[in-house]
């Protein structure tokens, strides 16, 4: 027994050790956690009780569809179904464990969840780069500028799967690095798990499949050598893989029919074989460029993307070179081929949306930290090597900060519809007719006694009953309100498909329509020092990047009245 006792005091006494001996390795990356954790939760319950993004209404829909034991099919197949069910066990727990959380939101759950998966997303990425960069530095850097990066703090504030969707991405490739390394199985059979979950958050991630299944062949430069063992475990990885997205997303094969009508409608829209009012942005687009253009500089930050794409054509090379010297690589060709399969198959679809590729954003902050560190190896003494890197490192970061700063301005205020609320209650008398753009989840303004005539200008160039409805309503309104850039910018870009709708806005904006503008409402991204401001105006970006949580408002105030016939006249004339 005193042996016992002297044996745990040594242990004690050793694990004090070890944990003080490790403890300043583990404050940087906890600290960073804390500050991405901060950023994603602060202020879930934005929009101050209403709910703009159309993705979370489905996704609560779905939630609200179930009911255990009788109702467990989601019957949403846009998405898989694991997101759903985790909030929806999370509300039956909650409500078990205290009655005042029957009613809890499952939109504000999934936001929790959003937030959750995101952060832990900062510690995935850390985990890679203790793989892949020589430096420590290196690695807690690149965690560090994950955790700032705008597109992913959005959407860690969306009730949407694309959060959780890259947490598994991430962590079944961190497994897969770990398991090239260590070479135990149960390593890579958690990496397959690991897929089958992000399967089930959004079938999308299907694409990926093919490189957990060869990776078995990557164990030695021999094929042969093992043939037959390595065919097993690819054999015992595709089934963990199904396994598990069955059981995340159990209906996709309970239900496959509807699946497939689904899957048919999702992959027409996505390709452009059905346009929808909601795709109009994307007619005659480039992929690639589009991306680069009205995505990729707002989600990651200006330079933040150029020093990426400096990485990125650095490690293709990298790789390239080694296949051509027949050295083996496979981290970073492994990190290559999921960054690679799953960008350029979402970003070729004729669908561009800002989520669809938001899983490849800690990818390019990857790219831009080897890129720091392939130029600061040039150097050819130590001294100058780290004053590259520390000089490289803070031309990244303190933009990235800046940008960073000025996006999470949007949080901290008031969601501009309320504003714009608040202020219309104020300033437009009660009873007003107020004309609105139909197509949005909610309409300004929110509240009030007001007389709204919702009008669906998506498809008033096939309707003539809606042009009549267009005229009576512009001389019965006393106001107009333009809810976001969404109809009018897609619309006045191509005038010869959408002529009526693009004369339209042409007249309103010249003042021929007789309104003229009296308030205009916006949250762009913006720095405020002392009495000074900096603002940056990303109304342009890809529509879905502002219209869910700032966009820009615009009020008209109707300064002559004409009559029906006046207005029928003039839409007409300007048609012809």
């Not at 070479?183 to 059979?189: A, G, M, P, T």
């Not at 164990?219 to 063992?229: D, I, M, Q, V, W």
């Not at 005539?453 to 809606?466: A, G, M, V």
Request: aromatic letters at 18%; one cysteine or more; hydrophobic letters at 45%.
């Amino acid at each position: 027994m005193i042996l016992y006792t002297e044996h745990c005091k040594k242990r004690c006494i050793l694990g004090k050790m070890y944990n003080n001996k490790h403890l300043p390795n583990f404050l940087p990356i906890l600290f960073i956690f804390l500050i991405g954790g901060y950023l994603r939760f602060f202020k879930l319950n934005w929009g101050q009780g209403y709910f703009f993004h159309p993705d979370e209404y489905h996704i609560a829909g779905a939630v609200l569809r179930l009911s255990l034991p009788d109702k467990l099919n989601p019957e949403l197949f846009s998405y898989g179904s694991f997101s759903i069910y985790l909030i929806y066990f999370t509300k039956l727990a909650l409500s078990v464990i205290t009655p005042n959380f029957k009613n809890l939101s499952p939109f504000l759950i999934g936001r929790f969840y959003s937030a959750f998966f995101s952060s832990f997303t900062i510690i995935n990425i850390y985990l890679i780069g203790r793989y892949v960069f020589k430096s420590r530095l290196t690695t807690i850097l690149s965690a560090l500028v994950v955790a700032l990066v705008p597109g992913l703090i959005q959407q860690a504030h969306f009730a949407t799967p694309e959060s959780t969707l890259t947490f598994f991405i991430t962590l079944s490739l961190y497994l897969l690095l770990k398991w090239l390394k260590e070479k135990e199985l149960w390593i890579i059979l958690a990496s397959a798990t690991a897929l089958g979950f992000a399967i089930g958050t959004k079938v999308t991630a299907l694409t990926l499949l093919p490189i957990i299944v060869y990776t078995p062949f990557l164990a030695s430069k021999n094929l042969s050598g093992n043939l037959l063992k390595k065919i097993k475990l690819s054999f015992t990885l595709l089934i963990t893989t199904c396994i598990t997205f069955f059981a995340a997303f159990p209906y996709s094969i309970l239900d496959y029919k509807k699946l497939l009508a689904s899957m048919k409608y999702e992959v027409g829209v996505a390709g452009g074989k059905q346009i929808v009012f909601y795709t109009r942005q994307f007619i005659n687009t480039t992929p690639l460029i589009f991306q680069y253009e009205h995505i990729l500089p707002y989600t990651l930050g200006v330079v933040l993307l150029i020093f990426s794409t400096l990485g990125f054509l650095l490690i293709l090379f990298k790789v390239v070179i080694n296949l051509y010297r027949k050295k083996v690589d496979h981290s970073w060709s492994v990190i290559l081929s999921v960054f690679l399969i799953y960008f350029l198959y979402n970003s070729l679809l004729f669908a561009k949306w800002t989520r669809f590729i938001n899983p490849t954003f800690p990818f390019f902050v990857i790219f831009a930290f080897y890129a720091i560190e392939t130029f600061s190896e040039y150097m050819k003494n130590k001294n100058s090597q780290k004053f590259i890197f520390f000089f490289l490192s803070i031309i990244l970061l303190v933009p990235t900060l800046i940008w960073q700063m000025m996006f999470f301005s949007i949080y901290k205020k008031d969601d501009v519809r309320i504003t714009a609320t608040d202020w219309i209650n104020a300033n437009i008398p009660s009873n007003s007719f107020i004309l609105t753009e139909t197509g949005n989840m909610l309409e300004v303004p929110l509240s009030g006694k007001y007389q709204k005539l919702p009008f669906d200008f998506y498809n008033s160039e096939r309707n003539p009953y809606l042009f009549r409805q267009l005229t009576n309503s512009l001389a019965e309104s006393d106001y107009f309100i333009v809810q976001s850039r969404r109809i009018f910018m897609n619309n006045q870009r191509l005038p010869d498909q959408f002529p009526l709708t693009n004369n339209f806005y042409n007249l309103l904006f010249s003042g021929k329509l007789g309104f003229s503008k009296i308030k205009e409402f916006n949250s762009y991204p913006q720095l405020v020092i002392s009495n000074k401001s900096l603002v940056i105006p990303d109304e342009l970006a890809e529509e879905t990047w502002s219209v869910f949580d700032h966009p820009v408002i615009r009020i008209y105030k109707k300064a002559y009245a004409y009559p029906a016939n006046y207005y029928e006249k003039i839409l007409s004339q300007q048609i012809n």
